[in-house]
């Protein structure tokens, strides 16, 4: 498991392992890691001949200053849980050296950049656009894997990948949940602990919001899902849309997609949680 911090020798590695044939796997992280993130890791160890992972809390995509100041920064327990799944390289940036000059790049990803995450954030996937644009030119991966908890995240990444007409293979996996239910993430660790328990609501709403599908219209159902989740005084819904899963619209009635997914953002005290269901 090497550790490099520097854009020039990580490329000078990777570049070597592409030159004798090797497949690249590569996990981008903004660090703070838990079971979703090794569970990538895992995956690109089995489909690939090396692994790369990055940590690096990308400044370009916090529209909130606070947000990114209380980000979770914990490198030597990540480097500890990395050192289990034995990575081969792990890429550890400064921001000096990643932006050396503000990146003014402009990205159009047109109506899905515009809805849910990106409606409620702005500039927000621009910023994650400018990051994974310049990870993928450093690192050149074959395949790369982002996990389904980012389902926006996800589409906007395959589809800036075709704009750039770069050849990686972009692979989404699957949201890994704690035993209660609760979609992991980094910023789990931020809630108290009342928070915490309260929070398993969101996941146990999108369950019980599938098997409501033969009952209720989706307007129905959306109304449903932000009652009940309101109704706990812990949690404030930000936003909860049901869409295609491949367009990302927003659909009116069942017939309008075969493929559905509830998308919620719930406000957690200051913690903002985002999780999805396949309806
Ligand atoms: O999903 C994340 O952790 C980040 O958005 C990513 C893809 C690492 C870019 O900073």
Redesign the pocket.
């Known amino acids: 498991m090497q550790i490099v911090k520097l854009i020039a020798e990580t490329q000078s590695i990777i570049g070597k392992y592409k030159a004798n044939g090797k497949r690249v796997g590569f996990i981008?992280?903004?660090g703070a890691l838990h079971k979703g993130h090794l569970s990538l890791v895992a995956q690109s160890k089995k489909e690939n001949d090396i692994t790369v992972v990055?940590i690096?809390v990308?400044p370009t995509?916090f529209n909130n200053h606070n947000d990114l100041k209380t980000y979770p920064r914990l490198i030597d327990r990540d480097l500890e849980l990395l050192s289990e799944y034995e990575p081969d390289l792990i890429f550890i940036p400064e921001v000096e050296e990643v932006y050396p000059e503000p990146d003014t790049r402009t990205f159009d990803f047109g109506y899905i950049e515009n809805i849910m995450e990106g409606k409620s954030r702005p500039g927000h996937f621009n910023g994650?656009a400018q990051?994974?644009s310049k990870?993928f030119s450093y690192i050149n991966p074959d395949n790369a894997y982002?996990?389904q908890k980012?389902f926006q995240?996800v589409a906007v990444?395959k589809q800036m990948t075709k704009d750039l007409d770069v050849n990686i293979n972009i692979v989404a996996c699957p949201i890994i949940r704690e035993v209660d239910g609760l979609a992991m993430s980094?910023r789990n660790m931020l809630l108290s602990e009342a928070e915490r328990k309260n929070a398993t609501k969101i996941s146990e709403t999108l369950v019980k919001a599938c098997n409501l599908v033969p009952d209720f219209n989706v307007s129905q159902l959306k109304d449903w899902v932000i009652n009940e989740i309101n109704n706990n005084t812990y949690l404030e819904v930000e936003y909860f849309e049901i869409v295609d899963d491949t367009t990302l619209k927003s659909i009116e009635k069942w017939e309008d997609s075969k493929n559905r997914v509830a998308c919620i953002t719930v406000q957690v005290g200051k913690v903002r949680l985002i999780d999805n269901i396949s309806l």
């Open positions: 981008p992280t903004m990055s690096f990308n995509q994650v990051v994974v990870l982002f996990g980012d995240q990444i980094s």
